[in-house]
């Protein structure tokens, strides 16, 4: 027989027994940290509860938080509720903004606040709107103008003017400033450190687009969707995109050909999908360009490094070719080129790969013009060469004030550009339509 074991049955449970004073002082001890806890949480809901941000954020997370669990599950989120968060988010950006920018104003000196004041820019008077997809702009009120149907802002129609340089705000603020051009302009400018940028001039028409009256009558018309890049930066009126491709059409259609160049600084794609549905009607295109940036969908940066936020730029982008192909009008989607795309490594991937693919569009209806502007930067470097002088580290773009627009030169090239595949574009649906 083997040997029996010491402890017949399961051995006993050993505990440590603890005297019952402290045993009530620890369980006092964990109820006390419980109720700070508590009583915290309940004032960080208060103190939430109390400002127009802290609710807002706390709306925001509870949003966020619904729309992850739907993606978990596969539900697609609730489009209202999207456009809420961003309404929220928006709110808070402006309001902050609107804060801080006072606190600013009140520390310039009086030469600046003399600028700022004949800008438009002092506080309750500039304009404060989202714009670049997700930032707050400070707009000059003199220039520019709320507009709560979709568009954000716009710019006042009939108005000159141009943009300064090195307007240094205290903060380590500094920067470009679009401002009415008027005879006292110098003056104003005078002690403040902030330069006039040479042959930056732009006038707005009765439409308060930049450019020439619209003719709706002309027999070739073109609506033009974008931000900055169309409006065209630090470039003269005639200089613009546009204005650029409307000569080129003009030369090879042999017709008189309108553009309304609707870009505005800052504006991204929902923007456009606002611009186009108050234009249309007004307008009535043959065709609908379709520009966009890289700073569409998030910062740039982030964005050509590959954070895109491709979900709202998609559905935007989708709602903007189907308002055109429901009304039979071709819509060319063009993205911009980044300046160091042209001569350094271009890093399609990110932008415009992922761009080009949401977009969905046929290649003849998408044009991304880098062969022609690497052909002309090539060609001018040459040009440089042979004459034994030195060119600017990009003379497509605007460099020499440091800015990443297209300069005049860039333009042209761009014009050209879209202009060879939009004139075919047009030929091929003119053919078409007198064929029997």
């Given at each position: 027989?083997?040997?029996?074991?010491?402890?017949?049955?399961?051995?006993?449970?050993?505990?440590?027994?603890?005297?019952?004073?402290?045993?009530?002082?620890?369980?006092n001890e964990r109820r006390f940290r419980r109720a700070i806890v508590g009583f915290t949480l309940v004032m960080i809901a208060l103190i939430i509860?109390?400002?127009?941000?802290?609710?807002?954020?706390?709306?925001?997370a509870w949003s966020g938080s619904r729309r992850a669990t739907l993606a978990?599950?596969?539900?697609?989120?609730?489009?209202?509720e999207i456009e809420a968060d961003w309404r929220l988010r928006r709110e808070d950006g402006v309001a902050q903004t609107a804060a801080a920018y006072r606190r600013i104003y009140a520390q310039t000196n009086p030469e600046m606040k003399r600028l700022l004041d004949y800008a438009g820019l002092e506080p309750g008077r500039a304009v404060l709107r989202w714009g670049n997809f997700d930032k707050i702009l400070l707009l000059p009120g003199t220039v520019f103008q709320p507009d709560d149907a979709g568009r954000s802002y716009r710019m006042r129609p009939n108005v000159r003017s141009v943009w300064l340089n090195r307007v240094a705000l205290p903060g380590g603020l500094d920067g470009f400033f679009l401002v009415p051009d008027r005879p006292e302009l110098r003056d104003v400018v005078a002690g403040t450190g902030a330069a006039i940028v040479a042959g930056s001039s732009q006038t707005t028409n009765s439409w308060g687009c930049r450019g020439p009256e619209p003719d709706v009558h002309a027999p070739i018309r073109g609506l033009i969707l974008g931000d900055s890049n169309m409006q065209g930066l630090f470039v003269a009126d005639d200089e613009t995109p546009p204005e650029r491709l409307r000569h080129e059409l003009e030369t090879r259609l042999k017709t008189r050909v309108s553009l309304l160049n609707t870009g505005?600084?800052?504006?991204?794609?929902?923007?456009?999908?606002?611009?186009?549905?108050?234009?249309n009607d007004r307008f009535r295109p043959h065709f609908v360009l379709l520009t966009l940036c890289v700073n569409?969908?998030?910062?740039?940066?982030?964005?050509?490094?590959?954070?895109?936020?491709?979900?709202?730029?998609?559905?935007?982008?989708?709602?903007?070719?189907?308002?055109?192909?429901?009304?039979?009008?071709?819509?060319?989607?063009?993205?911009?080129?980044?300046?160091?795309?042209?001569?350094?490594?271009?890093r399609e991937r990110n932008y415009p790969g992922?761009?080009?693919?949401?977009?969905q569009v046929s290649s003849l209806l998408y044009c991304f013009p880098i062969e022609d502007l690497a052909d002309e930067f090539l060609r001018l470097r040459i040009e440089a060469d042979r004459g034994g002088y030195s060119l600017p580290s990009n003379p497509l773009y605007n460099s020499h004030i440091d800015d990443h627009h297209f300069s005049?030169?860039?333009?042209?090239?761009?014009g050209r550009a879209l202009g060879r595949r939009l004139a075919l574009l047009l030929e091929l649906r003119h053919a078409r339509e007198r064929s029997p």
């Open positions: 027989m083997g040997r029996r074991s010491r402890w017949p049955g399961p051995k006993p449970i050993i505990r440590q027994h603890v005297f019952p004073f402290l045993e009530r002082w620890e369980r509860a109390a400002t127009a941000t802290g609710r807002n954020l706390a709306r925001r978990v599950i596969g539900l697609p989120p609730d489009r209202a505005h600084l800052g504006y991204s794609p929902e923007q456009f999908y606002a611009t186009l549905a108050e234009y569409d969908f998030g910062d740039v940066g982030a964005a050509t490094n590959g954070t895109l936020d491709l979900s709202e730029g998609k559905y935007w982008i989708d709602r903007i070719t189907d308002y055109c192909r429901t009304r039979d009008i071709p819509c060319i989607v063009s993205p911009m080129p980044v300046d160091y795309q042209v001569t350094a490594p271009r992922q761009i080009a693919n949401l977009s005049p030169r860039g333009t042209e090239i761009w």
